[in-house]
């Protein structure tokens, strides 16, 4: 993990996935989604039955990860997605499952 430079166009995300997103390989999907689109960031499991993700990455890249996430996997059922945007000086190089 790098520190971001003050100019960069980066966006990072907290994201908050509720409905059926446990038990279903949203987190793996999730995974492999970040991956294909250049996402950065992490995403884990929440005791409350959400997922919590943070994406970062440039801004169209970040809006096509949160019209996935809308959706997510064949077996999930999202019921509603909350997001903000956080100001983080951390880079992370990749997008993986914590």
């Known amino acids: 993990m790098k520190k971001l430079a003050p100019e960069t166009d980066v966006e990072t995300l907290s994201v908050r996935v509720m409905g059926k997103v446990q038990g279903v390989g949203?987190?793996?999907?999730?995974?492999?989604?970040?991956?294909?689109?250049?996402?950065?960031?992490?995403?884990?499991?929440?005791?409350?039955?959400?997922?919590?993700?943070?994406?970062?990455?440039?801004?169209?890249?970040?809006?096509?990860?949160?019209?996935?996430?809308?959706?997510?996997?064949?077996a999930a059922r999202v019921d509603e997605i909350e997001s903000q945007e956080i100001h983080d000086e951390r880079h992370y190089d990749r997008f993986e499952q914590i």
């Not at 999907?29 to 993700?53: C, F, I, K, M, Y």
């Not at 943070?54 to 890249?61: A, S, T, V, W, Y």
């Open 26 to 74: 949203f987190r793996m999907a999730t995974v492999r989604q970040a991956h294909s689109l250049g996402v950065a960031g992490w995403v884990r499991n929440l005791d409350d039955g959400s997922v919590e993700a943070l994406l970062q990455g440039p801004h169209d890249r970040i809006d096509e990860m949160l019209s996935w996430l809308r959706v997510g996997p064949p």
